[in-house]
């Protein structure tokens, strides 16, 4: 997605794949769509808790999509808001946010914990609390000017924001469910 907004400018070949520039960002929209359709169609609301067995689910259609699209224009309305009002406040680094995003990847192999979401989890509840904050930080740090205690603060929030998902998450992952197996042993 990152890549498709270079495919038509800028580039000697630009002119060469300016239709891809142009068809590729409704062809995702189409593929995010039927990722919805046929993730929610068979499956459920999914198994955040490990709880097996269907009677617990809710089907899709009316419940899941009020979420989704809420999230949707949620989302819409603020990038549309950095786009059209504020299209410099955040500054620009093409490689930055590609391995931010890229990152994102390695989570299904650092995430070691037996349960799927955080909602039973409280050291992975204030470390994504953490993760948040430095987010914000990072958000802030991109807009300000390349200057001397800019430079050395979004250098440490960088290394802590990669080390969240390289470091901190296996960590407390391995620590939760080591807890979790000492109050199991502690109860029998």
Same mark, same amino acid.
């Given at each position: 997605?990152?890549?498709?907004?270079?495919? *038509? /400018? @800028? $580039?000697? /070949?630009?002119?060469?794949?300016?239709? !891809?520039?142009? @068809?590729?960002? #409704?062809?995702? =929209?189409?593929?995010?769509?039927? +990722?919805?359709? =046929?993730? +929610?169609?068979?499956? *459920?609301?999914? %198994?955040?808790?490990?709880?097996?067995? %269907?009677?617990?689910?809710?089907?899709?259609?009316?419940?899941?999509?009020?979420?989704?699209?809420?999230?949707?224009?949620?989302?819409?309305?603020?990038?549309?808001?950095? &786009?059209?009002?504020?299209? %410099? @406040?955040?500054?620009?680094?093409?490689? =930055?946010?590609?391995?931010?995003? !890229?990152?994102?990847? &390695?989570?299904? #192999?650092?995430?070691?914990?037996?349960?799927?979401?955080?909602?039973?989890?409280?050291?992975?509840?204030?470390?994504? /609390?953490?993760? @948040?904050? %430095?987010?914000?930080?990072?958000?802030? $740090?991109?807009?300000? +000017? &390349?200057?001397?205690? #800019?430079?050395?603060?979004?250098?440490?929030?960088?290394?802590? /924001?990669?080390?969240?998902?390289?470091?901190?998450?296996?960590?407390?992952?391995?620590?939760?469910?080591?807890?979790?197996?000492? =109050?199991?042993?502690?109860?029998?």
């Amino acid at each position: 997605m990152m890549a498709t907004g270079f495919l *038509g /400018y @800028v $580039l000697p /070949y630009g002119q060469i794949f300016f239709s !891809l520039h142009f @068809v590729l960002p #409704f062809i995702l =929209a189409a593929l995010a769509l039927m +990722h919805l359709i =046929a993730l +929610h169609d068979s499956a *459920g609301s999914g %198994n955040p808790l490990g709880v097996s067995g %269907n009677y617990d689910r809710l089907p899709f259609a009316p419940y899941f999509i009020f979420k989704d699209l809420i999230t949707i224009f949620l989302f819409i309305i603020v990038l549309s808001i950095f &786009v059209f009002f504020m299209p %410099n @406040v955040l500054g620009d680094s093409v490689i =930055a946010m590609f391995s931010a995003i !890229l990152i994102l990847l &390695v989570m299904p #192999f650092t995430d070691l914990s037996r349960s799927r979401g955080i909602q039973f989890r409280p050291l992975s509840k204030i470390a994504f /609390y953490f993760f @948040v904050a %430095n987010f914000l930080i990072l958000m802030q $740090l991109g807009a300000k +000017h &390349v200057e001397s205690p #800019f430079i050395e603060f979004g250098q440490i929030s960088t290394i802590i /924001y990669f080390s969240y998902f390289l470091v901190i998450v296996p960590a407390t992952s391995l620590l939760e469910n080591s807890l979790i197996e000492l =109050a199991i042993n502690k109860n029998k």
